[in-house]
């Protein structure tokens, strides 16, 4: 009678300690909207979305969602992000390679089932408003306000000029 006393109080108790374990767990799992979501608009977005390099687009939950797994083979084969300038000779202000805690969070994101989170603290538009077509790279770093045609007309001038006096 003492045994079957004593599993009915253990029982419980590990049913509860195994919850709180539960619990504990999903709470360290990254969300999208939370963590994952600003390394993708900072990161991927400028070339994973339409019209651009990437062959798929992550400017959504849904995107990220459907390629979470191939997201994780990318990182762990150091396929992504592409970045092939060599660390040694200096830091790159246009670099583009993820941090180790930027890789962490977004592995463990997957690894822990790829979880929306609460959209309502996503800040979806980051990545895709400020960036235009093209991915923010249309705007020029210099401008040369030389009026092209003018020299060529002139070069082109000069030429006639110089073939009319020969002949």
């Not at 990161?43 to 339409?50: A, D, G, I, S």
């Not at 060599?86 to 202000?93: A, L």
């Not at 822990?112 to 980051?126: F, L, T, V």
Request: some cysteine.
């Amino acid at each position: 009678m003492a045994a079957s006393w004593r599993r009915a109080a253990i029982i419980p108790g590990m049913i509860a300690a195994a919850a709180a374990a539960v619990t504990v767990a999903a709470r360290d799992v990254p969300t999208y909207s939370k963590n994952v979501a600003p390394i993708l608009q900072k990161k991927c977005q400028v070339c994973h979305r339409p019209g651009e390099a990437g062959p798929f687009s992550l400017l959504t939950y849904a995107d990220a969602r459907q390629r979470a797994a191939k997201i994780k083979d990318a990182l762990v084969d150091g396929k992504m992000p592409p970045w092939f300038a060599d660390p040694h000779y200096g830091k790159f202000s246009n670099a583009m390679g993820l941090s180790a805690s930027e890789k962490d969070t977004i592995l463990k994101w997957v690894d822990g089932g790829a979880p929306e989170g609460d959209r309502r603290g996503a800040d979806n538009s980051r990545g895709a408003g400020e960036q235009s077509q093209g991915g923010g790279r249309d705007r020029p770093d210099v401008v040369n306000r030389r009026n092209a045609y003018g020299l060529a007309r002139r070069f082109h001038s000069r030429a006639r000029s110089r073939s009319e006096r020969r002949s």
